[in-house]
């Protein structure tokens, strides 16, 4: 009986702290194509955290660090679509499945939860990857965010710069916390 | 036997609160970071008068900018319409705090050169300051009159202005930024009947944010020990701006028609009280000539 306990207390132990896993490296980039100019940026200052066991993972970029190409696009960006001085930051919380623990190379896998953007809550649905590889773990994901979810405004007809519609890539690498 | 029940109960209704604990665990491991201000103002000009925004690495600026004559000047010059000055100029960001500038300005046929650096960026979080500080120095050369013209033998030397600030501001709130310009003008030769070589100066502006595209400036220098028979007022001005794409278009009054420092800071001859007020509008357009990693 007492040595169940144990077993027991041992093995949720290990399943709260031994399987997680810390962002070591981040990429999150996001482009769009536009009539006048195509829209890039991309940021390494995303942070995540993956629960291999679970599959629950969490992750928060801030809207602030994302670098353009033309200073002014940024400055844009952050003043007149993100508002990022009030919501400093896009998260996402949920959950990935379809994948085994140490199975070799990349495998296909889906995650849902919901997306923070703009300060707008949004539940999603996107195919991704996950990839064991000497002690690290990659996920890799790229998906469509409307910008009209987000309740993010688009430039009048005029100066359209940009497109309705952005492709999200986001790529972190993890370490066992 | 219940024991276990009981613990495995409670371990499942932890996974149900998983999510958002990772969440503030994530939070939490996040190391703090330091928030700049960004866009304090949304030009490099704030009516008349310079801004502590600088350009970013590689960004040029093209300025274009315009004063009317005095609105109370009448029917006979289209209330100001026909006598307008001007001043083209260029700035460009050698890095994201420093910007190197030339221009001409049509007023004594004024050509100038200034650089900006930006000392101090207000920031909160692990590093603290409550200002954004940009150093402004200006040297103009009138090359009017023509040597052959001047009513005495000018030399180059007499032809140079210099003008230094120093520019402290403070974005308040994304809708509000204030600015403070303790500013010396330096002329090399003046009419000493009416005023020094060396004049200071204290400037003080504001912009509010009225919308996303839209906000509305105001600026007013006061000059230090001003000699009684000096014929010239503290300039003062307000603006509308409105930004569209990669431009920026001010309207601007005020009673100075000088767009270089030594003529709008100590030169404005607009008496307000008489209606003798400028219309005028700086336009920018700002290209990226380097893009950015």
Redo the contacts between chains.
Sequence with gaps: MKQLLVVLLVGTGVVAYGQKYASEKSLVSFYSHAAIEDIAAKTTKASSIFNVATGEIVFSIPIKDFDFAKSLMKEHFNEKYMNSEKIPKSTFQGKITGFQIDAAGAQQAKATGKLTIHGITKDIDVPGTVEFANGTVIVKSSFIVKLEDYEIMRPQLLWKNIAEQVEVKIEFTYKPI | ?K??RI??LV?CS??LF???D??K???K??KP?T?YA??TFKGTRLVNGQTVET?????LEFIFAHRFGAINTGIYNFYGLDNAHVRIGLEY?LT?RLGVSIGRSSEDKTIDGFLRYKVLRQSTGVVNIPVTITAYGNAACKTSPAKADATYPITLTDRMAYTGQLLIARKFS?QFSMQLMPTVVHKNTVDKSIEKNDQVLLGLGTRTKVT??MSLTAEYYYRFDVMDTNPYYNAAGLGMEFE???HVFQLVLSNTQGINERALLTEATGNIGKGAIHLGFNVTR?F?LK???
């Design positions: 036997m024991l276990i613990l495995i371990l932890f996974h998983a999510q958002e990772l969440m665990e994530l939070q491991s996040e970071e928030d960004t866009s350009k970013g690495k590689g960004a960001g994201d994304s996303r595209s569209t794409g990669g700002t990226q893009k950015q990693k």
